[in-house]
Nanobody, 126 residues
């Protein structure tokens, strides 16, 4: 049974930084692309970032490019999202997700991902 468990969310002031993590179990982690999505109240879920299975390629939404960094540690079955220069509009529940290795790169749609975590709240105060 695949499990993705996010952690590290919280409250941060605008301009600050935060790192969220996602620990994976029940899958061969290195055979999956990993991604982060977010959903703000009253808005649709949106793609944030993705990293391919072998850590070589990354892809970012324009709204976070240059501010967020996705990384993974295949030895620890964990994917990270380092967020810097945070803005109030970054406030959302952040979800990690896993896409099979054969998924066309970059996997930008939620339907590309087979497994999801429960989410972690990130709140940026102005």
């Amino acid at each position: 049974q695949v499990q993705l468990v996010e952690s590290g969310g919280g409250l941060v002031q605008a301009g600050g930084s935060l790192r969220v993590s996602c620990a994976a179990s029940g899958l061969t982690f290195s055979r999956w692309h990993m991604g982060w999505f977010r959903q703000a109240p009253g808005k649709e879920r949106e793609f944030v970032a993705a990293i391919n299975w072998d850590e070589i390629s990354t892809y970012y939404a324009d709204s976070v490019k240059g501010r967020f960094t996705i990384s993974r540690d295949n030895a620890k079955n964990t994917v990270y999202l380092q967020m810097s220069s945070l803005k109030p509009e970054d406030t959302a529940v952040y979800y990690c997700a896993a896409a099979p290795i054969w998924t066309t790169w970059p996997p930008l749609k939620g339907t590309n991902f087979a497994s999801w975590g429960q989410g972690t709240q990130v709140t940026v105060s102005s």
